[in-house]
C-alpha cells in the first residue's frame, strides 16, 4: 500500500513543445524531488510483463521482436482507438513503477515531471498541478527542432494530446512559455 501524505506531491505537465523540461530542471534547483515520468514510462514500457501484452496487441510496432517507439508513435499517433488501447494497457504498469519510485524516495517535495499526467490518472496523487503551455507554433517548432521531426509528425503528436483550454480548466498553476528561457524561469520562480 502507498501512502503518500506527509508528502508535498506536484504534478507537472502540459504541452508538447511548451517547456516542461525547463519548468522541471527550475523546479528542481529549489528543492523538489524530480520524477521523470517519461524516462520511467521508456524503462516500464520495455519490461515483461508490460512488453508481452504491447506485443500481443500490437505487433506492428516491433521489428525482429524489438520495440520501435518511433513506429509505435507513427501508428498510435494516427489511430485515436489503439492509442486508447495502447494506454489502457501500458498505464498501470507505468503508474504502479512511479509510485514505488515516489514510495523509495525520502523527500519532502516530490514533482512528477508527467507528460500524460491526466491520462494515466497520476494526478489522484497529486496536492498541486503545474501546467505549462505556449501557442501552438511555438511548440510545433520546439518539438521539430528538439527530435528532429517534420512539421507533420510535430503536428501529430500535439493533435493527439489536450490543448491549452484542457489545461486551463484542469490544473491549479498554468505557466505560458511564448518567450524566452529567462522570462520563463522567472515566470516559474514567482509562483514557488
Known amino acids: 500500500m502507498f501512502s503518500f501524505s506527509n508528502i508535498n506531491v506536484v504534478g507537472l505537465t502540459g504541452m508538447s513543445g511548451a ?15 524530480v520524477i521523470d515520468c517519461d524516462s520511467e514510462a521508456r524503462a516500464t514500457v520495455t519490461r515483461s510483463p508490460c512488453i508481452d501484452e504491447v506485443r500481443a496487441n500490437f505487433p506492428a510496432v ?3 521482436g524489438v520495440f520501435e517507439r518511433v513506429k509505435a508513435a507513427k501508428f498510435l499517433f494516427t489511430n485515436p482507438q489503439k492509442l486508447e488501447q495502447y494506454q489502457q494497457i501500458v498505464f498501470p504498469y507505468i503508474l504502479y513503477t512511479i509510485l514505488n519510485v515516489m514510495n523509495k524516495s525520502d523527500a519532502e517535495s516530490i514533482l512528477l515531471d508527467a507528460p500524460t ?19 501552438k ?25 489536450p ?5 486551463l480548466k484542469n490544473a491549479d498553476i498554468v505557466i505560458k512559455n511564448n518567450g524566452s528561457v529567462d522570462e520563463f ?8
Open 19 to 33: 517547456g516542461k523540461s525547463t519548468a522541471s530542471k527550475v523546479l528542481k534547483e529549489h528543492g523538489f524531488f
Open 163 to 167: 490543448g491549452e483550454e484542457f489545461f
Open 117 to 135: 499526467l491526466f491520462q494515466s490518472g497520476a494526478d489522484d496523487f497529486c496536492n498541486k498541478i503545474i501546467a505549462v503551455v505556449a501557442d
Open 62 to 64: 516491433f521489428t525482429d
Open 185 to 192: 524561469t522567472t515566470k516559474i520562480v514567482a509562483k514557488f
Open 137 to 161: 507554433t511555438i511548440c510545433v517548432e520546439r518539438i521539430m527542432k528538439r527530435d528532429s521531426i517534420s512539421e507533420d509528425d510535430a503536428l501529430l503528436r500535439l493533435n493527439n494530446q
